[in-house]
Nanobody, 122 residues
Framework: QVQLVESGGGLVQPGGSLRLSCAAS????????MGWYRQAPGKQRELVAL???????DYGDSVKGRFTISRDNAKNTVYLQMNSLKPEDTAVYYC????????????????WGQGTQVTVSS
């Protein structure tokens, strides 16, 4: 069983910063891609940022230049540094891991965390 646990969400004022973390656990050998998605009330879930095991990254247009994704492969952990936060960044942020290789030899695909709330408000 592979699990993702997010942390670091909370309430922040516009212009402020937050750092999200997501740790994967469960006898993992490797993880191909890890990423962050978000879902605001009444809206579809959208990509925030994605990073491969090799370090290649991609960002949603609305966060480019403000958010930075990084990962520690040895710890199976992905981070999201969010700067210059705006009220429209308010959402539940979900961690995702794709093509997770397990010690059993099998793979887990498209694993999701439980989500962490980020609220940007004065």
């Amino acid at each position: 069983q592979v699990q993702l646990v997010e942390s670091g969400g909370g309430l922040v004022q516009p212009g402020g910063s937050l750092r999200l973390s997501c740790a994967a656990s469960g006898s993992i050998l490797s993880i191909n891609a890890m990423g962050w998605y978000r879902q605001a009330p009444g809206k579809q879930r959208e990509l925030v940022a994605l990073i491969t095991s090799g370090g290649s990254s991609d960002y949603g247009d609305s966060v480019k230049g403000r958010f930075t994704i990084s990962r520690d492969n040895a710890k199976n952990t992905v981070y999201l540094q969010m700067n210059s936060l705006k009220p429209e960044d308010t959402a539940v942020y979900y961690c995702n891991a794709d093509r997770v290789r397990h010690y059993s030899g099998g793979y887990y695909y498209n694993v999701w965390g439980q989500g962490t709330q980020v609220t940007v408000s004065s």
